[in-house]
């Protein structure tokens, strides 16, 4: 998600697992978080928020005591599904009444930044509705709510959060995300997020070399640099004093974090085209931790859509870009985020959609139908195309993406490919990791089981290509080496 792995159900990254539910003295706190990467940074930012105030985390949400969602308003389905949820932890909330318990809800992220009096209306029995930009306040906003009853808070703040954020806490995980940027000023004519997240905020260098140099400290391997606008990062330089003059940007972040001792990975999502800059093409091919895939959205292969969509670049200069990341890292994939059926999209756009689609040969991505967001200009457009259009592009767009997937994981059959180990795998005795690629890779049987790999990185011999992954076996190196 884009932010790449955004999604219209729950977060598959659940955060319970890492900590243990409460005792019964402790607090229960369950989060469900919808969307981008970022939402799910957040989410775990907020459960270090409300840490202090005796709030662990439980993986179900029977018997919470705090009830938090945290929402996505990127399209109309993702919206709608936080009041279907809503509808259900009600029902909980009215049992737990009944039983002589509290049970709190709070929704946040950018259903509530969007929409926080209108939720205020439709939900009346939520007790806090905050957002993106106001969540290192929520153990206050929650103690107001015990005391006092339901509180709005979506202004948003003149302090950045990032300012009183508690130090993050360890995870027991191998891959950990980092918010770096975020906030977006480009307004492309189908998006809510410059409404929902704000105007483009960068983090202090200094700041974000300290949490990764803390989460390396915890055994994380791989981070993955998260805004909504990474690559327009221009944070302030170490001691730096503000001014232009004494910020870097993102390719010098990069090779600041690559110094970082026991980070082996980085990754950074999502990118804006225009904002791919010389030193971060140039860190491509002079990093060795930065990962040789890259989300790089181009949403449509027209240049009358692209314009329509006020992406500020051409059909031409998208491939430019990607030429020149080629030539800086020659075994460089790519992914990327699709929108069909946006407002006047003809057959001929769609077509040259499939076209560019078919040129850069994506290993992976993301399609969606356009969904006419309120408040932004492109929903405001008469010339809307039809739902049964647009799904039937939609089919046609999937099916090639998903050949094109297939084949890029079949290509990788006899290769040897570092896996950073990071979970259990579906079936007994298998374990799953991420190639450089993010593919998900499967290897069984295991030397010693998960304990024995997790959050190692060891050479694997690719021998089965998936639609969605790649099974292979630890070479014989990595079976000693692994040897418990
Ligand atoms: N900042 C990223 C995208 C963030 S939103 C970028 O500039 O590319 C993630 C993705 O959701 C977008 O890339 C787009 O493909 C999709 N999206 C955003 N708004 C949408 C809408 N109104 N309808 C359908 N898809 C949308
Ligand atoms: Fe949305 Fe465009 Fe900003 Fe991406 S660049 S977050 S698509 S407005
Ligand atoms: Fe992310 Fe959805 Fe907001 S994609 S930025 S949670 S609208």
């Known amino acids: 998600m884009g932010l790449a792995r955004r999604v219209e159900r729950p977060s598959k990254y659940g955060l319970a697992a890492f900590w243990p539910a409460g005792e019964s003295s402790v607090k229960k706190l369950y989060i469900k978080t919808y969307g981008c990467q970022m939402n799910v940074y957040d989410s775990a930012r907020m459960a270090d928020v409300l840490a202090p105030a005796g709030y662990a985390l439980a993986a179900e949400p029977e018997g919470a005591d705090l009830v938090v969602l945290n929402t996505c308003h990127i399209r109309e389905k993702a919206a709608e599904k936080v009041y279907s949820e809503l509808g259900r932890l009600k029902a909980q909330k009215q049992a737990a009444a009944a039983d002589g318990r509290t049970m709190l809800i709070a ?115 791989e981070v993955t640099l998260l805004g909504q606008n990474v690559n327009a990062y221009h944070g302030a330089a170490p001691r730096g004093k503000a001014g232009k003059a004494d910020e870097w940007g993102l390719g010098r972040l990069i090779r600041a974090l ?125 010339d809307q195309v039809a739902e049964d259009v647009k799904a039937e592009r939609l089919a046609r767009l999937q099916a090639a993406l998903a050949n094109l997937a297939r084949s890029f994981n079949e290509d990788c059959v006899g290769r040897v490919m570092e896996v950073l180990f990071d979970r259990p795998g579906r079936y007994r005795g298998q374990v799953a990791g991420r190639s450089p690629y993010l593919q998900a890779v499967h290897v069984t049987p295991d030397p010693g089981g998960i304990e024995a790999l997790q959050g190692r990185i060891l050479p694997v011999r690719i021998t089965e290509g998936h639609a969605n992954s790649l099974a292979g076996r630890l070479t014989g190196a990595a079976v000693r080496e692994a040897r418990p």
């Open 107 to 221: 929704v946040g992220g950018c259903v509530a930044q969007a929409e926080g009096a209108e939720m205020r209306r439709r939900a009346p029995f939520v007790d806090v509705v905050f957002g993106p930009q106001n969540y290192h306040d929520l153990g206050d906003m929650v103690t107001r709510a015990e005391r006092q009853g339901p509180v709005l808070e979506t202004e948003f703040p003149a302090q950045v959060k990032f300012d009183h954020l508690p130090r993050p806490r360890a995870r027991g995980e191998s891959t950990a995300f980092v918010s770096v940027q975020e906030g977006c000023d480009k307004f492309c004519t189908f998006c809510v997020v410059p409404y929902t997240r704000g105007a483009e905020y960068s983090r202090p260098v200094a700041d974000i070399v300290a949490e990764v140099e803390v989460l390396a400290g915890d055994g994380v391997k």
């Open 258 to 382: 690559a110094e970082v001792a026991g980070l082996a990975r980085i990754r950074y999502t999502t990118s804006h085209p225009i904002d791919m800059d010389d030193d971060l093409i140039a860190a491509h091919g002079e990093v060795e931790a930065l990962m040789p895939y890259l989300h790089l959205p181009v949403q449509s292969g027209s240049d009358a859509v692209l314009a329509g969509m006020n992406r500020r670049y051409r059909v031409e200069e998208y491939l430019a870009v990607v030429d020149r990341l080629r030539a800086a890292r020659p075994d460089i994939a790519l992914s990327s985020d699709f929108i069909v059926g946006f407002p006047g999209e003809t057959e001929d756009d769609f077509a040259a959609t499939l076209d560019l689609v078919r040129d850069v040969g994506y290993a992976q991505a993301y399609s969606f139908k356009y969904s006419a967001r309120p408040g932004t200009p492109a929903a405001d457009r008469s």
